[in-house]
């Protein structure tokens, strides 16, 4: 899910933008006659040598008879056109003079339209997607209502990860004889912040391969990706399958007997290289995919 919905935004936003780039479109032909218009003036332009013959003996009976209505004005002749008068030079209209076209405006109007609501609302579900959300849920820090010990104790008796819901993470014992082989695969620093140093691992249940959940295997003993069989061990160093690397893990703060996991996506710890085994555990039984 959290991979199909960055693709479904982006899909969306590229089908607006197509939208909107063809609806904003307009011909620059300003001025040239369609073809419907064409195919009219070649209709009217044909016509017969009769017709021609009768609309040329109409125009010189007109002709004559202007001529005659100006010979009988009083006074001197009207005073025959200039034949050396310039030809005024046809001058295209500016854009800037001409102004904005009905069609201009109602593009420009159509294109408001869609921008605004849509690509605004597409503009704020991916924020709200992509921004952490703080306090009080995932992508914040999360308070576990169980008391440590008693997870502790959880895990010993069901012998499985003990699962925060709202962390959406296992929380897995780490054994402290491997401490010194943790410090040397991941580094103090790692150690440190994902509660190795203390004991416990807060694994993203999220398989780093596809993101499908990953449940635990109560055979195996494993993680075992039931979407395309990738395996882990009990504290999230792959054992097999197609997955790149092992678990992604969380932050932890212990305050006492206190769990705070820190669920921010930006600060997760990305999973141990392929090939990391610090605790040599194998599967304890029959794998579960």
């Known amino acids: 899910m959290g991979i199909v919905l960055p693709i479904v935004i982006v899909a969306v936003i590229v089908a607006a933008a197509a939208v909107i780039f063809f609806t904003a479109r307009r011909s ?15 209709g009217t332009a044909s016509v017969s040598d009769a017709e021609s ?21 009083d006074g001197d002749a009207l005073p025959a ?25 109602l593009n420009r109007a ?26 009080g849920g995932f992508g914040g820090q999360i308070t576990v209502g169980t008391k440590l010990p008693d997870i502790l104790d959880t895990i010993a008796a069901d012998s499985k990860p003990f699962y925060a819901a709202e962390a959406r993470a296992y929380v897995v014992p780490y054994p402290a004889e491997d401490l010194d082989k943790a410090n040397e695969a991941y580094g103090a620093n790692v150690v440190k912040l994902s509660g190795m140093d203390q004991g416990i691992v807060a694994l993203y249940q999220r398989c780093v391969h596809l993101g499908c959940r990953v449940p635990f295997c109560d055979s195996s003993q494993w993680f075992e990706c039931p979407c395309h069989g990738s395996k882990y061990n009990r504290v999230g160093e792959k054992r097999g399958g197609p997955a790149p690397r ?22 997760i710890i990305q999973g141990p290289k392929p090939g990391t085994d610090t605790t040599g555990q194998g599967a304890e039984g029959p794998p579960c995919v």
């Open 246 to 267: 092992g678990l992604d893990r969380f932050p932890v703060l212990i305050n006492g007997d206190t769990l705070t996991i820190d669920t921010n996506l930006s600060t």
């Open 81 to 105: 056109p200039k034949k050396d008068r310039a030809v005024t030079k046809y001058v295209p209209v500016e854009p800037e003079e001409l102004g904005v076209t009905r069609r201009e405006f």
């Open 110 to 135: 159509i294109l408001l339209v869609l921008a605004v609501p849509v690509l605004g609302t597409l503009s704020v579900a991916l924020i709200g997607f992509l921004w952490p959300t703080g306090k």
């Open 53 to 73: 013959k009768e609309l040329a003996l109409v125009g010189a009976q007109a002709r004559e008879r202007a001529e005659d209505a100006r010979d009988s004005v």
């Open 28 to 42: 620059d032909r300003t001025g040239e006659l369609s073809r419907e218009t064409k195919s009219r003036d070649q």
